[in-house]
C-alpha cells in the first residue's frame, strides 16, 4: 500500500465564482489529526483495531504506509473503513526505505517521536514545502531523549535521518511554544521508556494523543503546575486494539461553514463535527462576530464531544481575537481572515507567530492573497488586522489572483472567498487540497458553490 503522489503532475489553477444561495447538507471527511492518531496507535496495539470514517487524503496515506513499513498489517476494508493489526508497544520493526511524507507536518513529526522512541534508524523526506518547515522543535527533546540526528538538511530541515536510542531516556520537557505535534511526538517517543515522560505546555492544545493514549489503555496524568499544564505517560504501556469512529475536522468544515455566513440567504447542516474544547475556537470567535450559528444534538462519538452545526448567512461584525485562543485554531486563521474582509470593521488577530511555520508561512500568504483582491490589510509584529468592507453590499472587490505556496489550507480559503466577491477569485494551484479534503470541490459544488478550470 502506497500513498498516492502528485508531485510531478502540473500545477492545477482553479476559479470561484459569486454564488447564489447555499443550501442543504454537508458531510465533511473525518478529521485528519484523529485519522493520523488512530493508525499509529492502532499500529502500536496488540490485536486489531477497527477505524471507520477515516480521511483518506494524501497526509493521512502516508502515516498508513509508514505503519505498514515498520510491521503494522495495514488493509482498507471499505470507504472509510480501516482495519490495523498492530505490534504492541517495542516490536515496531525498522523499514527498510525511507519515508516521504509529502505534505503532512503531522505525520512526519509524530512518526518522528514514534521511531525514535522505538530505537530506529529512519531517513525521513517530504515535498518542497515540507522541505521547508522547520523540524528543530520536535528534534530538540528526541536528543534529550538519546535520538542522535544526522544528515540533517540545514537547520533541521528534511531530508534528515534519526536514529532512536536503545532505551529511551524519561525527561520532563518544558514546551518553549505551545505545540500540539511537539507534544505529541515526546509521548509518542516514551511509550517505550522504561519509567514516565512528562510533556508541560504553557497553553492548551489539542488533545487528541492524550484521550486516544488514554482510549488504547495507556496511564496517563495531567494536571495544571505552576509552568503550565502536565502531561505525564507512564512508559510500556499494554495497549489494545480499539473500534474507533473517527468524526468529522473542524478545520476541513470551517471552509463550507465560512461560505454559508457569507453567501446571502444560505443554510447549511454540518453533521457530526468535533467541539473539543481545544479545536473549537473559530465557532466561538465566528459567534461572537454574530454568526448565526446553531449547535445542536451534542454528543460523544470515538472519544471527541460532537454536535451538528446549522449555519445561516449573517452580518459580521470586527473582533479582536485574543493570543490565547490561537492553539484552539491555529488552521483556521486563513478562513477567520476571509470572514473578517465581509465583517464591519478592524478584525485584529493576535499572537499568530506559529503562522509563519506551517505549510507556508501563512501569516504572509493570507495578507498576499487578501491584497490582491482589494482587501486592506497589514501585519504588526505577529498580529494580522484587516479591515472589512461591512454595510449591508459588502463589496469585497476580488478579481485578483492568489498564490497558494502549496498550502491546502491557502487555496480552500480562498476559493471561498470568490463565492462571495464581486469579481471571480483564482488561485493558483488546487492539488494540494487533497491532502486534506479530498471531495472538496464536489462538496461544495453540490451546496450550490461555482468552481471553474483555469487554462
Not at 74 to 93: E, F, I, K, R, Y
Amino acid at each position: 500500500m502506497t500513498a498516492a503522489n502528485t508531485d510531478d503532475h502540473k500545477p492545477r489553477p482553479l476559479r470561484s465564482v459569486r454564488a447564489a444561495a447555499l443550501k442543504g447538507e454537508a458531510r465533511i471527511p473525518g478529521d485528519k489529526s484523529i485519522s493520523h492518531r488512530a493508525l499509529m496507535f492502532g499500529g502500536l496495539a496488540r490485536g486489531t483495531t477497527e477505524i471507520s470514517g477515516l480521511l483518506e487524503g494524501e497526509d493521512v496515506l502516508r502515516t498508513a504506509a509508514a505503519m505498514q513499513a515498520m510491521g503494522a498489517v495495514v488493509d482498507q476494508t471499505g470507504p472509510g473503513q480501516w482495519s490495523v493489526h498492530g505490534t504492541g508497544v517495542g516490536a515496531l520493526l525498522e523499514p527498510t526505505a525511507p519515508f516521504d511524507f509529502g505534505n503532512a507536518g503531522t505525520g512526519v513529526r509524530l512518526t518522528m517521536g514514534l521511531t525514535a522512541g522505538h530505537g530506529l534508524n529512519v531517513t525521513f523526506d517530504g515535498d518542497a514545502s515540507l522541505r521547508k518547515r522547520p523540524m528543530g522543535r520536535v528534534l530538540n527533546p528526541l536528543r534529550e531523549m538519546g535520538a542522535q540526528v544526522s544528515e540533517a538538511a540545514e537547520g533541521d530541515r528534511l531530508p534528515l535521518t534519526l536514529k532512536g536510542p536503545e532505551t529511551v531516556v524519561p525527561i520532563r520537557y518544558v514546551l518553549p511554544v505551545a505545540s500540539a505535534q511537539v507534544k505529541s511526538a515526546v509521548l509518542l517517543a516514551g511509550l517505550d521508556c522504561p519509567g514516565t515522560v512528562t510533556v508541560v505546555e504553557p497553553a492548551a492544545t489539542r488533545d487528541h494523543t492524550e484521550r486516544m493514549l488514554r482510549y488504547f489503555g495507556a496511564e496517563l496524568d495531567t494536571k495544571n503546575g505552576y509552568e503550565g499544564r502536565e502531561i505525564t505517560l507512564v512508559g510500556r504501556p499494554n495497549l489494545r486494539g480499539r473500534q474507533v469512529a473517527v468524526p468529522s475536522d473542524p478545520s476541513s468544515a470551517a471552509f463550507p461553514l465560512v461560505a454559508a455566513l457569507l453567501v446571502d440567504g444560505s443554510e447549511i447542516e454540518l453533521p457530526g463535527v468535533i467541539m473539543n474544547p481545544t479545536r473549537s475556537g473559530l465557532v466561538q470567535t465566528l459567534r461572537e462576530m454574530g454568526a448565526d450559528i446553531s449547535i445542536d444534538n451534542r454528543r460523544e462519538a470515538g472519544g471527541e464531544p460532537v454536535a451538528d452545526l446549522i449555519v445561516r448567512g449573517s452580518r459580521l461584525s470586527a473582533i479582536d481575537v485574543p493570543a490565547d485562543r490561537a492553539p484552539s485554531m491555529i488552521d483556521e486563521y486563513p478562513i477567520l481572515a476571509v470572514a473578517a474582509a465581509f465583517a464591519e470593521g478592524t478584525s485584529q488577530m493576535r499572537g499568530l507567530e506559529e503562522l509563519r511555520v506551517k505549510e507556508s508561512d501563512r501569516l504572509r500568504a493570507v495578507v498576499d492573497g487578501l491584497s490582491a483582491n482589494g482587501v486592506t490589510c497589514r501585519i504588526e509584529g505577529n498580529d494580522l488586522l484587516v479591515d472589512g468592507t461591512g454595510g449591508t453590499g459588502r463589496n469585497v472587490p476580488g478579481g485578483g489572483t492568489v498564490k497558494t505556496h502549496l498550502d491546502h489550507r491557502i487555496a480552500m480559503a480562498f476559493l471561498v472567498m470568490g463565492l462571495a466577491t464581486d469579481n471571480p477569485v483564482t488561485i493558483d494551484d488546487s492539488r494540494m487540497v487533497a491532502t486534506s479534503f479530498p471531495d472538496f470541490t464536489p462538496l461544495m459544488s453540490e451546496l450550490g458553490a461555482s468552481f471553474e478550470p483555469v487554462g
